[in-house]
């Protein structure tokens, strides 16, 4: 049997209103940014606050080390990852946020989204990654 044009993956670019609904959507991303060894990705939880990611991390993890600024004030170079995929059905969604990220100080954290962390122990370390981009891809049945 011929396969039917309907079954046929599509893929679709997503607009940036869709891409912050859908990572509005969820609570485990991924940070990706150089530690010094080269690109390395680092799984987190997250919430959504405008066009920034919220994210905490411990303070003695190789996160915080890598992305605190030299510089007051500054922001390091960053992107934020979040899927979904269906396996069996071939069909997902992928958004990519990239922008800086920098610390929160401690006024921030009290006016920021609130993220609760899954992991145990202290993750007093928060950081806002701010969109200069955001881009996404849906694969869905035609």
């Given at each position: 049997?011929?396969?039917?044009?309907?079954?046929?993956?599509v893929l679709e670019e997503?607009?940036?209103?869709?891409?912050?609904?859908?990572?509005?959507?969820?609570?485990?991303?991924?940070?990706?940014?150089?530690?010094?060894?080269?690109?390395?990705?680092?799984?987190?939880?997250?919430?959504?606050?405008?066009?920034?990611?919220?994210?905490r991390t411990s303070a003695?993890?190789?996160?915080?080390?890598?992305?605190?600024?030299?510089?007051?004030?500054?922001?390091?170079r960053a992107a934020f990852?979040?899927?979904?995929?269906?396996?069996?059905?071939?069909?997902?969604?992928?958004?990519?946020?990239?922008?800086?990220?920098?610390?929160?100080?401690?006024?921030?954290?009290?006016?920021?989204?609130?993220?609760?962390?899954?992991?145990?122990?202290?993750?007093?370390?928060?950081?806002?990654?701010?969109?200069?981009?955001?881009?996404?891809?849906?694969?869905?049945?035609?």
């Amino acid at each position: 049997m011929a396969p039917n044009s309907s079954d046929e993956p599509v893929l679709e670019e997503l607009d940036r209103a869709e891409c912050m609904k859908l990572l509005a959507g969820g609570t485990i991303g991924r940070v990706a940014f150089d530690d010094g060894e080269g690109p390395t990705v680092v799984p987190v939880n997250y919430a959504v606050e405008g066009d920034s990611v919220i994210f905490r991390t411990s303070a003695s993890g190789r996160l915080n080390r890598n992305l605190l600024s030299a510089v007051t004030g500054g922001e390091v170079r960053a992107a934020f990852e979040v899927d979904r995929f269906e396996e069996a059905h071939h069909e997902g969604w992928s958004v990519l946020l990239r922008g800086g990220a920098h610390p929160l100080s401690e006024a921030e954290k009290a006016e920021v989204a609130q993220v609760r962390p899954w992991p145990g122990g202290d993750r007093e370390a928060w950081f806002r990654l701010a969109a200069s981009s955001v881009t996404g891809r849906r694969l869905r049945r035609g």
